[in-house]
């Protein structure tokens, strides 16, 4: 079931969108990751630094959106999981992974746009096919993305989906190529920990 229910974070209601029909967004987004690397998200899954995944204030969680650093052309469709940033001048926190793919890790923060695509899966791992949806400027690009050397990402929780996936999400993980290594660059950067993953009972607490 999607967590779309509204909550209250220090007092203050959050507001949730009424149509998601076409929602789309211009907003700054910043990263998080080994300071929450295997805590609990909003919606009860494990944040996992290398996952691709998001955490947004309003959208329905789980869900996807493509997020597109409009400096660079660079998109890719993530999994909505958590509910953050709560800073009035930030409307996304991507994982750490998602932040390198997007070339936005060694700044801490970029401006992106976000276009939400549908309910995301509630069983199984995404993984793969989120890989498959990255694209530079709207096209797929000369080397496709592929699993990174790292431990595997965590399996969202594994509650039975009684609805079939909308048509819209079928059309946005159809056709892709099949993903080649991505060569990270070997740069310690620390992190910029201003996402948002705790447990639902947590809205109380602003970060």
């Known amino acids: 079931m999607l967590a779309s229910k509204p909550y209250k974070v220090a007092g203050k209601d959050q507001p949730l969108p009424e149509n998601l029909e076409g929602y789309s967004a211009e907003g700054l987004a910043s990263w998080y990751g080994t300071g929450f690397h295997g805590r609990s998200t909003a919606n009860g899954e494990i944040f996992d630094k290398m996952s691709i995944s998001a955490a947004h204030p309003s959208l329905p969680l789980p869900s996807y959106a493509r997020v597109t650093n409009v400096n660079n052309g660079k998109s890719i469709v993530v999994r909505v999981n958590d509910r953050g940033p709560f800073h009035g001048d930030r409307a996304l926190d991507v994982s750490e992974r998602v932040a390198e793919i997007l070339n936005f ?19 199984g791992s995404d993984e793969g096919k989120l890989l498959a949806t990255y694209r ?32 819209r999400v079928g059309a946005a993980f159809s056709g892709f190529s099949t993903p080649q290594p991505l060569t990270r660059q070997g740069v310690l950067v620390q992190p910029v920990l201003s996402g948002f993953a705790f447990s639902p009972s947590a809205y109380n607490a602003q970060r």
Not at 149 to 160: K, L, Q, S, V
């Open 105 to 123: 890790k060694h700044k801490g923060m970029a401006r992106v746009r976000i276009d939400y695509v549908g309910p995301a899966a509630l069983s």
């Open 136 to 167: 530079v400027n709207g096209n797929l690009p000369t080397t496709a993305l592929a699993s990174l050397e790292t431990a595997p990402a965590a399996t969202p929780a594994t509650t039975p989906n009684p609805a079939t996936t909308q048509s």
